[in-house]
């Protein structure tokens, strides 16, 4: 007798039992199903049927090793000047490693991801622009047609947006502090009182871009270097772009295996938005510094094994 789902699916789920395939409608109705093993295997039915029924979650990338650096400088977000068309509706998460991107989007922008926060009338949108366009939506900012790119957004009263990373734990121990650095940009003045794109992260299991319980890290905000008149700016002109804003988060608590998501908001000014953008971002995470030490020191003490077997190895020759 074999109680181990036989077959699950998103609306039904089956089990072998004395040589006869049951439903879990049908353990349900069963006299079998008083049987704490056939009860015990109708759950395990349900429980693969609801998982199958849930969205799939937001792909993150790889972080393998503590203190190493990932780093990205966007330029394979699209250039050509226009719009990408989102037919997945309000307030849908698209990744730039999915459909409709180009594949070399996709395998260069693996793990990012926006959202567009919609109020009554808005669409979703995301631009290729060099600040020009006055719309509200996700840009990939730049000359048009120049790889040079920067990720970023302009609000408006019906499409205010978000965007950001997404990465998993892979080191094998928990890690309790973070460290970001990244350029700011202003693509487009939009002539108000000044913008903000506002840093904040979350980490668990099950968190993504619009799932978790975020920390505001003000720090790592971006607000407008230009509140002038309504227009298009060069956000690689040095009065634009400030560079090298950095901080490093401690205290958290990164499990393995669980994820951290780093992203930033676009706050909804009144009047005509700016258009702001972060550009050459990097990321490096490491654990208690107890822990960190302690790896430090198995490591060389590896390497000055190593080393004396080497010389022994020398010394017999």
């Known amino acids: 007798m074999s109680l181990l789902p036989h077959r699950f699916a998103r609306d039904s789920c089956s089990f072998e039992f004395k040589r006869r395939r049951v439903s879990l409608a049908e353990n349900k109705r069963s006299g079998y199903s008083s049987w704490p093993a056939v009860r015990y295997a109708g759950a395990v039915c349900a429980i693969l049927s609801a998982w199958l029924a849930s969205p799939t979650a937001q792909a993150a990338i790889s972080y393998g090793t503590s203190a190493s650096i990932y780093s990205q400088n966007f330029d394979s977000l699209p250039n050509a000047a226009g719009s990408i068309p989102l037919s997945n509706g309000a307030n849908a998460i698209y990744e730039f490693g999915a459909a409709p991107f180009s594949p070399a989007t996709q395998a260069g922008m693996a793990g990012w991801s926006f959202q567009n926060t919609l109020v009554a009338g808005g669409a979703a949108r995301f631009l290729v622009s060099d600040g020009t366009s006055p719309t509200g939506a996700v840009h990939s900012f730049g000359t048009n047609n120049a790889p040079d790119r920067a990720l970023g957004s302009l609000a408006s009263n019906s499409n205010v947006s978000r965007f950001g990373l997404v990465l998993t734990n892979d080191t094998g121990a928990a890690l309790t502090s973070f460290t970001v650095a990244f350029t700011g940009e202003e693509w487009r003045s939009g002539a108000s009182l ?44 040095a009065p634009n772009r ?9 205290g958290i608590n990164w499990q393995a ?20 953008a972060v550009d050459d971002f990097s990321f490096t995470a490491v654990p208690e510094p107890s822990t960190w030490a302690a790896t430090i020191l198995a490591l060389a003490g590896a390497a000055g094994w190593h080393q004396r077997r080497r010389l022994q190895g020398l010394r017999r020759a």
């Open 194 to 237: 000044g913008e903000l794109l506002e840093f904040s992260f979350a980490t668990g299991p099950n968190v993504d871009l619009a799932t978790g319980t975020f920390t505001n890290v003000p720090a790592l905000n971006f607000a407008s270097l230009s509140t002038g008149a309504n227009a298009a700016l060069d956000g690689n002109a």
């Open 242 to 250: 400030t560079v090298g804003i950095t901080a490093t988060i401690t």
């Open 257 to 276: 295996g669980q994820r951290l998501v780093v992203r930033w908001s676009d706050v909804n000014g009144s009047g005509n938005d700016d258009g702001l």
